[in-house]
């Protein structure tokens, strides 16, 4: 039976500290280099998307419509890819825009957009209306928030429970503060805490009543089908709550195939109502005069459908779910009982995220790098890098093997029960 670490007497966190010390001097002497900081689809699941390489060789490059895919034009993405991806989401497709490799790159450009342009015809753009804010649900993706410190953007931390963002913080902020103008939201397996929104949840943020005309919401769906097993998630589909509403062009959503095929050569999507579409199109129409139109024929022939897309991802989650359960595992074989960290077991995504003792995860995040495990930078999932309880850790399970992992694991559940008791004795 473990002892909680909360129970113990200074003597025995004292004869801890030293037997962990031992642990951990015998780990750094293995001259470990094992990265955990990012969450990088391994070179096995890279492999499973190769056949993409080759699928046009010798193959006519023309869309269904005879375009040739090779030339200009098409700025909205040709008919095929723009099907694929909507029947992924549950939308139309004329409410598609096909955009380039990373959906990170259309959320910066939907930003500026609004920041210029405006949100829409007749819409003072954001840049002209003084100080302007967004809701930044943390722990969170810190390339959301690299996007509003870029372009000056104010962040109002909000947390996430158990079902998705402080929903009553969320409304009290929109419903009284006109320059707060988004929110961020990674709905499905959200990045760290791998929590889905709830259906209540979906509900409220499709029913906000916003002080600001021109609020979006911002609904980065990254890991829509992402799952690691036969029972997912379930998350409503927001654009049916709001269809013929007064929030119909509330929301913005965003996907890609980043972590389905290549990260660096994928495809990605701008979703929105029909309103936001056009206006969107009609800015980037200076902009660019199209986007790859030869990669997204590849990845229509790759995949074929909906379904070949979906059967695609059961493979990734083959290789990811053996390492999840490695992750777990540690976690609950090493830490569970000790009254020191608790953690989130995701059904899907990316991440496994992990809550220290509070004031203790830099002390965590050094150990490791010491010991030769790179972790994400400790406090990148809050607002200007700044975990206000020194407590969350985010764990990237899918790059290194198995067996890197399983070393890596080990290392930094020593170093979490070696800062715990290093706190608690009050070193």
Request: hydrophobic residues 40%; contains cysteine; neutral net charge.
């Amino acid at each position: 039976m473990k002892k909680s670490y909360l129970e113990m007497s200074e003597r025995e966190l004292s004869d801890s500290i030293s037997a962990l010390t031992a642990e951990y001097e015998a780990e750094k002497k293995k001259g470990l280099k094992l990265d955990m900081s990012r969450g990088k689809p391994s070179t096995a699941q890279l492999d499973l998307s190769n056949g993409l390489l080759k699928i046009l060789d010798g193959k006519e490059a023309r869309a269904e419509n005879g375009f040739d895919v090779r030339n200009y034009g098409v700025l909205a993405g040709i008919p095929e890819a723009r099907r694929l991806i909507a029947d992924v989401c549950g939308v139309e497709s004329e409410n598609v825009v096909i955009g380039g490799t990373a959906s990170l790159e259309v959320m910066y450009n939907t930003v500026v957009r609004a920041m210029i342009f405006g949100t829409g015809e007749g819409k003072t753009p954001w840049i002209k209306q003084g100080k302007i804010k967004f809701i930044c649900p943390a722990p969170g993706y810190d390339r959301h928030f690299g996007i509003c410190q870029d372009l000056g953007i104010e962040m109002i931390t909000v947390r996430m429970t158990k079902t998705g963002p402080d929903m009553d913080e969320v409304e009290r902020i929109v419903a009284s503060d006109s320059s707060v103008k988004g929110i961020w939201c990674v709905p499905k397996y959200s990045n760290p805490d791998g929590i889905t929104y709830s259906g209540e949840t979906v509900r409220r943020i499709a029913s906000m009543k916003c002080a600001a005309d021109d609020f979006r919401v911002f609904w980065d769906n990254a890991y829509i089908i992402h799952d690691l097993d036969d029972k997912p998630d379930k998350l409503l589909n927001i654009f049916d709550i709001i269809k013929g509403t007064p929030n119909e062009d509330l929301v913005y959503m965003f996907v890609s195939t980043a972590k389905v095929t290549f990260p660096g050569s994928g495809i990605s999507a701008f979703i929105s109502s029909g309103k936001n579409v056009d206006f969107a199109l009609a800015h980037m129409n200076y902009q660019t005069i199209s986007y790859d139109k030869i990669n997204q024929l590849r990845h229509v022939r790759f995949f074929g459908s909906a379904d070949g897309m979906r059967a695609h991802m059961k493979k990734h989650a083959a290789i990811l779910y053996p390492k999840f359960k490695i992750t777990l595992d540690a976690l609950k074989g090493e830490l569970d009982g000790l009254d020191i960290a608790h953690w989130e077991e995701p059904r899907g995504g990316y991440f496994v995220s992990l809550y220290v003792l509070p004031g203790t995860a830099r002390r965590v995040g050094e150990l490791c790098k010491n010991a030769g495990v790179t972790l994400t930078n400790i406090g990148a999932t809050y607002p200007y890098g700044v975990d206000p309880d020194d407590s969350n850790i985010r764990i990237a399970p899918s790059y290194p093997t198995e067996e890197e992992l399983a070393a890596a694991m080990k290392v930094l559940c020593i170093c979490v029960k070696l800062a715990a008791a290093e706190k608690l004795l009050g070193k």
